[in-house]
């Protein structure tokens, strides 16, 4: 920056160099006095030590206060600083400061969460994913129901997500078989059921898959009973199992007034409850509202520490409405189904998609009665929750996907300026994550 642009409005370092320069006018006023009139009584030496004080406290917060504005201006490309990320991360291992990134737990399941956490990854090692065991469709309903195990499909997932394994392992897990008994079932289903049968439980079978395919982070089911989704209509009628409902609802022609859970007092890990407790920021979704999102949170232990943690609460919304399950909604709409069943207050920030998609996809999917999901400021406004927008429309193969780099970005930038830079325990964390940033922009 030229020196001419140090003098602009709203730079934010000229008024705490004022306020800097009072400081220590204050206090050599009050040390000139002492100096010179040591016989005053009592009340006025009190005072001049506290114009001395008062001094002190304002240099300090002046210096605080111009730091963080040259930062800003560091991570907005104002000021040329750059630092450099090995040298840092060896820092940050040897000093043992902190890992790579802030702590985020994830809360969800399906497609969208593993999208989300591939990008996400890049960014730290301190991701703790909880993932729903509701499911009850397609091969993860199979070996639920032979087997008697936890649904191993959206666990296996987000496991794959964050591994660090070679493409063909990936591919390999991944693989469908297309004939006999196991047609339709997943090799990663198949090894998570294994896993489960030589070990204690299904979260130790989780953390065994992790350990074997060097996950980044830590991925949880969201408790280890056997539990059951169910949903009442608006017409009365109640609806059980996950992959039931919005193909009932659809067929009734009948919005989802209510989902529960049973057993309604099925218990939660305690890595999750610690996990969202020491969080910089707990993430809602993306993926299905009713079914991928709300059942973690209908857990009591769940919705309780949320409600209680200080991390920033951000949710992610879908794209496009879901058949049977958010037909019409609007990104509020979302925010108020979470609201009806836990309670107000448990999201701060949501991220939507300010993106479009060509008419004749958009044609596609209105065909199968999905729709963008539209923005509605206003009723964000009204439920105090704060709105990031960013086009995060991505095509694979005809379907509309988030664009997992874009959405890690965003999230990553909506932690860092609403949540670190507000930590002065955080500034190294900041910077790190500023130059991941723009090594991934550049890319």
């Known amino acids: 920056m030229r020196f001419m642009d140090w003098l602009k409005p709203g730079i ?11 400081g220590i006018l204050l206090i050599a006023f009050g040390l ?8 005053y009584n009592i009340r006025y030496k009190a005072f001049y030590i506290f114009l001395n004080l008062t ?30 990320s090995r040298k840092l991360e060896n820092l940050i291992y040897e000093k043992r400061l902190l890992v790579k990134g802030p702590k985020i737990v994830v809360i969800g399941g399906g497609t969208g969460l593993s999208t989300m956490l591939r990008g996400l990854k890049y960014y730290t090692s301190n991701i703790t994913a909880i993932v729903t065991v509701a499911d009850d469709g397609g091969g993860s309903g199979d070996l639920r ?15 794959l997500a964050l591994a660090d394994t070679e493409p063909i392992m990936e591919e390999l897990l991944e693989y469908r078989f297309k004939d006999g008994r196991l047609k339709n079932q997943s090799f990663g289903n198949l ?7 030589i070990s204690d439980n299904f979260e130790d079978a989780v953390q065994k898959m992790s350990s074997v395919l060097a996950v980044t982070g830590k991925v949880l089911p969201v408790t280890l009973e056997n539990m059951i989704l169910k949903a009442k209509l608006k017409n009365g009628n109640t609806i059980s199992g996950e992959s039931n409902i919005p193909k009932e609802a659809l067929a009734q022609n009948s919005r989802i007034h209510r989902i529960f859970i049973e057993p309604e007092n099925a218990k939660a890990l305690k890595d999750s409850i610690d996990a969202i407790r020491e969080a910089d920021a707990v993430v809602l979704g993306p993926g299905s509202l009713y079914t991928s999102v709300l059942p973690n949170l209908l857990v009591k232990d769940i919705s309780s520490a949320l409600h209680r943690t200080e991390a920033i609460k951000i949710y992610i919304s879908n794209i496009m409405t879901q058949p049977g399950e958010t ?7 979302h925010i108020k189904a979470i609201y009806d069943h836990i309670g107000y207050g448990v999201v701060d920030y949501v991220i939507a998609n300010s993106g479009e998609i060509d008419e004749e996809l958009k044609k596609k999917y209105f065909s199968e009665k999905s729709n963008l999901v539209s923005l509605d400021d206003k009723e964000l406004n009204k439920l105090n929750v704060k709105i990031v927008k960013e086009n995060l429309v991505k095509t694979k193969k005809g379907l509309i996907r988030h664009d997992s780099e874009k959405l890690a970005s965003v999230l990553v930038e909506t932690i860092m300026d609403r949540k670190l830079f507000y930590d002065r325990k955080k500034i190294i964390e900041y910077f790190y994550l500023s130059e991941r940033l723009k090594q991934n922009k550049k890319k």
């Open 327 to 333: 037909d019409g909604f609007t990104v509020s709409d």
């Open 12 to 22: 934010k370092v000229k008024r705490w160099i004022l306020s800097a320069i009072l």
């Open 55 to 84: 001094g002190i406290f304002i240099i300090y917060i002046s210096v605080t206060e111009s730091l963080k504005s040259i930062i800003a201006l560091i991570n907005k490309g104002y000021l040329k600083f750059s630092l450099d």
């Open 32 to 39: 000139n006095e002492f100096a010179k009139h040591y016989v």
């Open 145 to 159: 129901e032979d087997l008697g195990i936890l649904p191993p499909g959206d666990i296996r997932n987000c496991i």
């Open 191 to 197: 090894f998570l059921a294994a896993m489960d049968g």
